[in-house]
């Protein structure tokens, strides 16, 4: 999912999943930040019921609104229909690749990244760093 608020030069990629605190506390954070681009991939691998929170999420019309609906205010998406396909396989490869180990794991343009929630400060700290 991709979500740009302001100019979005500033770009980051963040592996979540739907059951994650921190990844909820570290949403929260984000509304804090402007001029971002936010790469979001549910990472699937706290429980069963992160694959369902996932699927019918990212099978809502609008996936962005519908993720932002359950990480922010608990919304409980629509139950996706049953021929919506979604890209969970290819995101937990992806996630095992690059050592995913926990959520949420953000990564930044230079490569690095953070594994775990960081405040705005943070985060706007790390962003400045970056050419």
């Keep these: ?13 963040v592996f ?7 990844c909820k506390r ?5 509304q804090e930040v402007d001029n971002i681009t936010v790469y979001t991939f549910l990472y699937n691998i706290l429980s069963e019921d992160s694959v369902t929170k996932a699927r019918d999420i990212w099978c809502s019309a609008d996936r962005n609104k519908a993720w932002d609906d ?3 205010k608990g919304k409980v998406a629509s139950t996706a229909a049953a021929n919506c396909t979604t890209p969970h396989e ?6 095992r690749r690059l050592k995913v180990t926990g959520t949420p794991t953000i990564f ?5 990244r953070i594994p775990g929630a960081i405040d705005a400060q943070g985060l706007e700290a790390k962003l400045a760093t970056l050419k």
């Design 90 to 95: 290819k995101v937990l490869e992806l996630g």
């Design 1 to 13: 999912m991709k979500v740009v608020k302001g100019n979005g030069k500033r770009v980051i990629a």
């Design 26 to 30: 570290f949403d929260k954070t984000l």
């Design 108 to 112: 930044f343009t230079d490569g690095t």
């Design 16 to 22: 979540e999943d739907p059951n994650c605190g921190y």
């Design 70 to 72: 359950w990480m922010l």
